[in-house]
């Protein structure tokens, strides 16, 4: 904090109506249906800039395993297929390379929330030592790329390729692939990992379509308008710019120093405040890392952080030890104070919430700390419990809103008004601007054939989108009944660990890799779950009411479904006994050779 303040004794009634207020401004019927989709008008919004679209004759071969996506999860689902002696994988991308989420987020100041040394896969496989705690974009990239070529993934990959189908034929117990690029091979294995946050969205503001300035989406940042580079060059063609960025969540915390930093005028467009903690970024010591770097290192940092962000696990130390930990550790202290007999439910949620309230507390206290003018400051703080919204971190941009360049347009919970042909319209008030800048976010609630941009046709001529048509149903949020021989790789109705998605997207490969080669070994050509284990892993999936309750006293956001009540994709939804205990279960349900729930033919 730059001015000398703490925070001030918490009033635990006068909260809880404060975050009821809050909630209620924001709540709104259309849910997920405020938003439009990146198609038709805006489909220019999609376009690739960051690599040209090169011509190749269309596939039409047969391989081992294709991959949907070349993100984190394609990656080391590919690395691990490759070790277990697959000569073919094929991955799938739409983008122009690897990366998924980072080859498309490179805007300015663009990092991982999560500490790099957890975060980046594979670290101790490719001996790659992160250059920060939170690695930036352009060097999370490059692990990609270092990935791909050490486990050789780039030559046989697909880029500027979408998959629009996938279809089962049983005659050739394999998959046919189908793409906008007309290929059509066939795959005996095939694994999806669209990503949990892909598919960018726009607000659903009236006149968005009229707008006659330069116009752009933070996930196809363009750099040919504002000059500069993801690896940090200023941003100089916007010194005689006035630039509006509309959203406020964990994508524009992070780049709005820098715009702040280049533009001549910035207008921040406001409908929700974030959280925004201290994120005491620093670069990595090699010497510090050499003595960190013994074998097993990395999976026992990935234990270590996620039994640290658990309440109920009691880890002897935290290696990462940030602001991801800070709550639940605070959480685990009051639970651990003497009492004459062990908390029940009541006491433990009293536990919690006036945690939060003291988290939440400090990270408000830290806004008036260090922004100057007490309007905005008041503008800027964050009335909900942490873990309602992604909660963000950063050093900077606070006082970014001191510039007197800057410009805080807070619209009381309601979002813009209009966007006219010339700017941006609050309360009445047109603020004139040459380049609107969408930190709109993507699509989570949403159905999934919709994100993945294709349906699959399983066993029997059966849809994915009529199979999931109430809700998402499979078992360890990999294998879906009637679809065999095919794998998601994704976090929902699995270990489902938001603090570091990464962690379930490299189990979630071991998995794959492990039925696969135990196929191979065994001469069988087909893996289907049953219904019985899909249905009992299901069961047992039922949220927990305790977290069913806390969202939705939530403001809205992707977390809670934009306040409609669970929805039957949520990302929130995972094992009953948590993600420490789940990567337990799964390690055991793996080494015992089993596979129980699994049929194989
Ligand atoms: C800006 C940003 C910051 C983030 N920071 C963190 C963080 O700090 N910590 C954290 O845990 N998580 C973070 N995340 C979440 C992040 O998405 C995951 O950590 C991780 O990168 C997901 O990897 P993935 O491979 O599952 O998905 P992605 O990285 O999204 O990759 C999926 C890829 O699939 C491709 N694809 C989708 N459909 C098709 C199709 N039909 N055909 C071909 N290709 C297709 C997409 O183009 C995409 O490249 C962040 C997300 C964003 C957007």
Same mark, same amino acid.
Request: negative net charge.
């Given at each position: ?76 689902? +590919? ?11 094929? %991955? ?139 690896? +940090? ?15 406020? +969540? ?60 658990? /309440? ?103 979002? /813009?008004?209009?966007?006219?042909? !010339? ?45 999931? !048509? ?23 109705? +699995? ?46 999936? %039922? ?23 669970? !929805?039957?994709?949520?990302?929130? /939804? ?28």
């Amino acid at each position: 904090m730059r001015k000398d303040e703490r925070p001030r004794e918490v009033d635990a009634d006068a909260l809880r109506r404060r975050y009821a207020l809050e909630r209620d401004k924001r709540l709104r019927s259309d849910g997920n249906d405020q938003y439009i989709q990146l198609k038709g008008r805006f489909a220019g919004f999609l376009r690739d800039p960051f690599a040209e679209r090169v011509d190749r004759a269309p596939r039409r071969d047969h391989v081992t395993a294709t991959f949907v996506g070349g993100g984190f999860a394609g990656l080391v689902t +590919g690395a691990r297929l490759k070790e277990t002696g697959i000569p073919d994988v094929r %991955i799938v991308e739409k983008a122009g390379g690897f990366g998924g989420t980072w080859y498309w987020n490179r805007y300015p100041g663009a990092m991982c929330d999560t500490a790099s040394m957890i975060y980046l896969p594979l670290l101790e496989e490719t001996g790659h030592i992160p250059s920060e705690r939170y690695a930036h974009a352009p060097e999370i990239v490059d692990h990609c790329n270092r990935i791909a070529s050490q486990y050789g993934l780039a030559d046989g990959a697909l880029f500027h390729t979408e998959v629009t189908d996938l279809e089962w034929d049983a005659r050739r117990c394999a998959w046919i692939v189908r793409t906008d690029r007309d290929d059509e091979f066939t795959s005996t294995f095939v694994a999806i990992g669209a990503g949990p946050l892909h598919v960018a969205k726009l607000p659903g503001i009236p006149g968005i379509e009229t707008f006659l300035g330069h116009e752009f989406h933070t996930s196809r940042w363009d750099y040919r308008y504002t000059g500069g580079t993801p690896e +940090g060059a200023p941003m100089d063609r916007l010194a005689d710019k006035r630039v509006a960025i509309v959203g406020t +969540g964990a994508t524009a915390v992070q780049c709005i120093p820098h715009l702040a930093a280049a533009a001549r005028q910035l207008f921040v467009f406001q409908r929700t405040p974030s959280s925004v903690d201290v994120r005491d970024n620093e670069p990595i010591d090699p010497g510090w890392f050499a003595n960190q770097a013994t074998p097993g290192w990395q999976e026992r940092w990935l234990d270590n952080f996620v039994a640290n962000m658990s /309440v109920i696990e009691s880890p002897a130390e935290d290696l990462v030890c940030d602001g991801w930990t800070d709550l639940a550790k605070r959480i685990r202290g009051r639970l651990a104070a003497p009492r004459q007999r062990p908390a029940d439910l009541a006491e433990f949620l009293a536990d919690f919430e006036n945690a939060d309230f003291e988290k939440m507390s400090e990270i408000r206290a830290r806004v008036e700390a260090v922004v100057d003018d007490p309007v905005t400051a008041a503008n800027l703080k964050a009335w909900y419990r942490q873990l309602c919204k992604r909660p963000c971190f950063h050093d900077e941009y606070l006082s970014s809103f001191n510039l007197p360049s800057v410009h805080l347009v807070d619209t009381d919970g309601k979002g /813009v008004e209009r966007i006219t042909p !010339s700017g941006v319209v609050v309360a009445g008030i047109e603020y004139p601007v040459d380049c609107i800048i969408y930190a709109s976010g993507f699509e989570v609630g949403t159905e999934p054939t919709r994100r993945y941009g294709f349906d699959m046709t399983g066993r029997d001529g059966v849809k994915l989108s009529d199979y999931w !048509s109430g809700g998402m149903r499979s078992m360890h949020g990999i294998h879906v009944h009637g679809f065999p021989n095919a794998f998601l790789v994704q976090l929902g109705q +699995g270990g489902n660990f938001i603090a570091n998605v990464p962690h379930n997207l490299t189990d979630a490969a071991k998995t794959v890799a492990a039925v696969i080669c135990h196929m191979i070994r065994n001469n069988f050509d087909m893996v289907d779950v049953t219904r019985q284990a899909e249905e009992a892993w299901i069961a047992q999936l %039922i949220p927990n009411p305790v977290m069913t309750s806390f969202l939705a006293d939530c403001t809205p956001g992707y977390y809670n479904n934009e306040g409609q009540g669970q !929805s039957p994709w949520s990302l929130l /939804v995972g094992y009953q006994h948590g993600a420490p205990e789940y990567f337990r279960y799964i390690d055991r349900w793996r080494a015992s050779g089993g596979f129980e729930g699994l049929e194989f033919s």
